[in-house]
């Protein structure tokens, strides 16, 4: 089956400083990959849709700025959150798809975030 | 809009079945999705039905839609303790480019 990783699996940093995650499809291309913020016992939300070789779709309420996409190539999606502070501090989780027709989307393992 | 709802605990014995119900509210959605999340770890993607099927069976687990009241269930025969893990329904919309849109998720605690 189709697999998408993640790095790191959880990362500790200061406040203020920017933390860079990483979202990888293994064994398929990818032209669009998610990226979802989940916090403790909630749902996942959708942060913003990551285009390969073009600007990322962000969602309503989430700061482009402060969350920085980068979709390289065809198979790795970075997420960076700039200037982190202790409210950022939560489960990152990207998703990926072959595509269509069956739409479905694999997720990686998630990234845990701590800002001390 | 878009809105998919679920239950947010259920509690079942060990060998009982257990029953995950989910509505949702948008009926342009294409696929519907059930996904189980253990402790700490991401989504894994258990099953999918398309929004022309009325049911898909896979081992232990059956999908049941009923388009007309927007609602869908996950049936897992013979629980274990295994099983013990929140539990998300989620949508896709036509021309949403994948987008996947969860409910709250519904916590299943399988008890002996």
């Known amino acids: 089956g189709a697999v998408v990783s993640q790095h790191p699996s959880w990362v500790i940093c200061k406040s203020g400083t920017s933390v860079k995650i990483e979202c990888r499809s293994l064994?398929?291309?990818?032209?669009?990959m998610f990226w979802y913020r989940q916090f403790p016992k909630q749902s996942l939300m959708l942060m913003a849709t990551s285009n390969e070789g073009s600007k990322a779709t962000y969602e309503q309420g989430v700061e482009k700025d402060k969350f920085l996409i980068n979709h390289a190539s065809l198979t790795l999606s970075t997420l960076t959150v700039t200037s982190a502070h202790p409210e950022d501090s939560s489960f990152y989780i990207c998703?990926?798809?072959?595509?269509?027709?069956?739409?479905?989307?694999?997720f990686g393992p998630g990234t845990r975030l701590l800002v001390l | 809009g878009e809105d998919v709802e679920q239950s947010l605990f259920l509690s079942v014995r060990e060998g009982d079945s257990s029953v995950i119900n989910c509505t949702y509210t948008d009926s342009s959605s294409t696929y519907l999705y059930w996904y189980k999340q253990e402790p700490g770890a991401g989504l894994q993607l258990l099953t999918y039905?398309?929004?022309?099927?009325d049911m898909k069976q896979d081992q232990r687990l059956t999908v049941l839609l009923n388009k007309k009241d927007k609602h869908l269930s996950l049936r897992i025969a013979d629980t274990q303790t295994g099983d013990s893990a929140i539990y998300f329904c989620a949508e896709t919309l036509s021309g949403g480019y994948n987008k996947l849109i969860f409910g709250a998720g519904t916590r299943l605690a399988v008890h002996p």
């Open positions: 998703s990926a798809g072959p595509g269509s027709p069956q739409e479905t989307q694999y």
């Open positions: 064994d398929f291309q990818a032209t669009t």
């Open positions: 039905i398309f929004s022309n099927m």
